[in-house]
T-cell receptor, first 109, second 113 residues
Framework: QQPVQSPQAVILREGEDAVINCSSSKALYSVHWYRQKHGEAPVFLMILLKGGEQKGHEKISASFNEKKQQSSLYLTASQLSYSGTYFCGTQGGSEKLVFGKGTKLTVNP | DGGITQSPKYLFRKEGQNVTLSCEQNLNHDAMYWYRQDPGQGLRLIYYSQIVNDFQKGDIAEGYSVSREKKESFPLTVTSAQKNPTAFYLC????????????FGQGTRLTVV
């Protein structure tokens, strides 16, 4: 039941852009995005809801294709602080929050 | 300050012993979750609860048990039946609405020695 994330890992130079994808085989009501630094708790980035509502950081954008049960997280002009593992979490009607395996992002100078 | 607290941060257990991980929140959240994190596996759901005295199994509940006697507390017991308990355990809570984020504790790293 875990959503599928791609790619598994990406390496960028500072200033470059990245896209992280998340897809589910089930109908979704919401998609969450979190970033985790090694050994720390995941930190909330964004929620996207069925119907178009979004809530999150101003500098991070994402899309949610309800028909395809897919979401993408867009990281533009990456900074060193963007490094970490990004997780998408999905909720269907039961409100159970299930996460993918993560995408490890490394931003180098 | 409101938040979610896990304790202890590090825990060592001998094989064959049960151990209980604590999770407390003062955010007045109805929903609480336990996740297990292993390298390359992401966050896998163990148990979740949406109301006091009620909880549901997640994807990897075997070898674990929980209780929800109070809204603020959701302890996880790792039993001797869990064959590979060494992992990083994360507790989270959220309001019972679809448009709200989950808040995570700082995690407990359990090691079987």
């Amino acid at each position: 039941q875990q959503p599928v994330q791609s790619p598994q890992a990406v390496i960028l130079r500072e200033g470059e852009d990245a896209v992280i994808n998340c897809s589910s085989s089930k109908a979704l009501y919401s998609v969450h995005w979190y970033r985790q630094k090694h050994g720390e708790a995941p930190v909330f980035l964004m929620i996207l809801l069925k119907g178009g509502e979004q809530k999150g950081h101003e500098k991070i954008s994402a899309s949610f294709n309800e028909k395809k049960q897919q979401s993408s997280l867009y990281l533009t002009a990456s900074q060193l602080s963007y490094s970490g593992t990004y997780f998408c979490g999905t909720q269907g009607g039961s409100e159970k929050l299930v996460f993918g395996k993560g995408t490890k992002l490394t931003v180098n100078p | 300050d409101g938040g979610i607290t896990q304790s202890p941060k590090y825990l060592f257990r001998k094989e064959g012993q049960n151990v209980t991980l604590s999770c407390e929140q003062n955010l007045n959240h109805d929903a609480m979750y336990w996740y297990r994190q292993d390298p390359g596996q992401g966050l896998r759901l163990i148990y979740y609860s949406q109301i006091v005295n009620d909880f549901q199994k997640g994807d990897i509940a075997e070898g674990y048990s929980v209780s929800r006697e109070k809204k603020e507390s959701f302890p996880l017991t790792v039993t001797s039946a869990q064959k590979n308990p060494t992992a990083f355990y994360l507790c989270a809570s959220s309001a019972l609405r679809l448009n709200t984020e989950a808040f995570f504790g700082q995690g407990t790293r359990l090691t079987v020695v």
